[in-house]
């Protein structure tokens, strides 16, 4: 079975620039989650879907961030403008709910490697 | 601010040695716990869940979770240097939705041949 896949794999652009990282989530799935990871602050989520609707997006960092599921294949994370200290590595995750069984266990994507010169 | 807290290690085990990675987490009320590896630039993998207190085992590997002290571990027997990697402690806040884990920064885990 497919994973999550992301792309593009690696992203190197200049401070200004707008930034598009995209993400297909395994079929079936009806959780998906974005999320962030440094050295200094781990494994952040910025924001996550349940059947393409936003639940909670407290973690985006800032307006310059923002997030779209237009379906239930297919998702978007945006940064505009981006800056240097948006580098990252950004992962896509989805997850299926079962009734009956709390917390239903994440699969990530390979990640999209960010650099902002 | 609900929190899960690890080592950040390095932890460093001779091969053939059984390793020890702890978890703990401050909602008393969380109730889906998750042990995922990253090797080094890659993603996070699934190793092992566990839901209720007491020990799981899967292969080499053993969850066991202790609600009331609200802690959660991960042993790992006979280590092998291809589990040198960082282990990162998942768990699902209580009230929060299906999906929303909390994951700690994770423990570096280095297996000497």
Not at chain 1, 72 to 93: G, H, M, N, W
Request: net charge neutral; with cysteine.
């Amino acid at each position: 079975d497919a994973g999550v896949i992301q792309s593009p794999r690696h992203e190197v652009t200049e401070m200004g620039q707008e930034v598009t990282l995209r993400c297909k989530p395994i079929s079936g799935h009806d959780y998906l989650f974005w999320y962030r990871q440094t050295m200094m602050r781990g494994l952040e989520l910025l924001i996550y879907f349940n059947n393409n609707v936003p639940i909670d997006d407290s973690g985006m960092p800032e307006d310059r961030f923002s997030a779209k599921m237009p379906n239930a294949s297919f998702s978007t994370l945006k940064i505009q403008p981006s800056e240097p200290r948006d580098s990252a590595v950004y992962f896509c995750a989805s997850s299926f709910s079962r009734a009956g069984r709390p917390g239903q266990p994440q699969h990530f994507g390979d990640g999209t490697r960010l650099s902002i010169l | 601010q609900k929190e899960v807290e690890q080592n950040s290690g390095p932890l460093s085990v001779p091969e053939g040695a059984i390793a020890s990675l702890n978890c703990t987490y401050s909602d008393r009320g969380s109730q889906s716990f998750f042990w995922y590896r990253q090797y080094s630039g890659k993603s996070p993998e699934l190793i092992m869940s566990i839901y209720s207190n007491g020990d799981k085992e899967d292969g080499r590997f053993t969850a066991q979770l202790n609600k009331a002290s609200q802690y959660v571990s991960l042993l790992i027997r006979d280590s092998q240097p291809s589990d040198s990697a960082t282990y990162l402690c998942a768990v699902r806040v209580y009230g929060g939705s299906q999906g929303n884990l909390i994951f700690g920064k994770g423990t570096k885990l280095s297996v000497k041949p």
